[in-house]
């Protein structure tokens, strides 16, 4: 082990803490004044900047759009040699982190705590635990389908930034969906992965383009007839970019991990 990067501070456990990082290629380490993250990417790096600039771009992943903790904060790089380990600090000028409400996670199971009457303490005691890791696990999943894209592709920490703004308009719905697709040349293929219709694409298009459709909420200010015989309403054309987003985001992790495993 060559480099590590401290953490100074998180409002994550420990246990949540690895896990996420896990997720990101990463493990957490014994450093000098805290404990630090580690993986063999960072012993192909050639010097201690180089190693910030990595460790920057993981807390700007927890502290971003994706929302997963704001308190996240770097201490020293740390490097390790045979006889010792030395410290190299880095000064940045404070900035405000940007504070986000996280996608609530839904737990599935079978678990129905009311009907275990007659139950020992200890079967009590399993079920809340079972009930506990399936909370858990939920939770991770939801903290993970954002932490992993915003890390690893820069589009899709755009596009949580963008569904994290507050109240959409035609503006934004399009310039998300036009970050996911990257170019309009990609635009059959980018369809055709989601399964989308281009009738449907084109009732989208009314709706974020169009005045005649939504009015000021349109990207446009130009009256034109629109392409489909039934736009989508501003509510349609919202949960459209919603799920959407989900499925691409979600395009990111599976991507990642055949690369990896390759």
Sequence with gaps: MKWAIEIRSTSLDHRNLTDLLRGLGYELVEGIDFEALYSPQLDKMENASEVWNQGKKIRDAF?????????????????????????????????????????????????????????????????????????????LEAQRQKLEPAFFE???????????????????????????????????????????????????????HNPVVTGDFARHAYEKKPKSENPMTISEATTFIDSLSNKWLETIRKERDENTEL
């Design 63 to 139: 502290t971003g759009p994706a929302a997963i903790d704001p308190d996240f904060s770097l201490g020293s790089i740390v490097t390790y040699s045979r006889s010792n380990r030395k410290r190299h600090t880095f000064i940045e000028a404070e900035t405000g982190h940007l504070k986000l409400t996280a996608q609530s996670a839904t737990v599935s199971g079978n678990i129905d705590v009311s009907s275990a009457e007659g139950l020992s303490d200890d079967e009590h005691r399993a079920i809340r635990e079972k009930l506990a890791e399936q909370t858990y696990q939920a939770e």
């Design 154 to 208: 820069p589009r899709a920490a755009k596009v949580l930034e963008f569904l994290a703004s507050g109240t959409q308009t035609g503006e934004t719905l399009y310039k998300i969906y036009e970050t996911m697709e990257v170019n309009p040349s990609n635009r059959t293929n980018f369809l055709q992965q989601f399964d989308i219709p281009k009738v449907e694409f084109d009732r989208f298009s009314d709706a974020v």
